[in-house]
Nanobody
Framework: QVQLVESGGGLVQAGGSLRVSCAASGRAYRGGWFRQAPGKEREFVAAIIWSSGSTYYADSVKGRFTISRDNAKNTVYLQMNSLKPEDTAVYYC??????????????????WGQGTQVTVSS
């Protein structure tokens, strides 16, 4: 069992930056960030393989968001720059045990954090 605790959400103006963190109680194969806006389905944002550091991004955030991990702290970060109002959502950290499944499949992540609100004002 891996417990995930997010932190760092908040309110920021459009064009601003924010970093959210996810502290994990253990290690998994892959860590990911997803987000869910009101009335919408949860969607993939970014993922990182713990061992290699390989990263994956949704097209909507590529070039603006950066996912990283600190192995010593067992923490995954999501640095969000050039934020837009459409980035407003609850951001969830997740962990995936197996390499078999797709990195962007929300159904194939095994552990989830409680979520942190990110609000971008126009």
């Amino acid at each position: 069992q891996v417990q995930l605790v997010e932190s760092g959400g908040g309110l920021v103006q459009a064009g601003g930056s924010l970093r959210v963190s996810c502290a994990a109680s253990g290690r998994a194969y892959r860590g990911g960030w997803f987000r869910q806006a009101p009335g919408k389905e949860r969607e993939f944002v970014a993922a990182i393989i713990w061992s290699s550091g390989s990263t994956y991004y949704a097209d909507s955030v590529k070039g603006r968001f950066t996912i990283s991990r600190d192995n010593a702290k067992n923490t995954v970060y999501l640095q969000m720059n050039s934020l837009k109002p459409e980035d407003t959502a609850v951001y969830y950290c997740a962990a995936q045990r197996s390499a078999v499944y797709a990195y962007n499949d929300v159904r194939r992540y095994d552990y989830w954090g409680q979520g942190t609100q990110v609000t971008v004002s126009s």
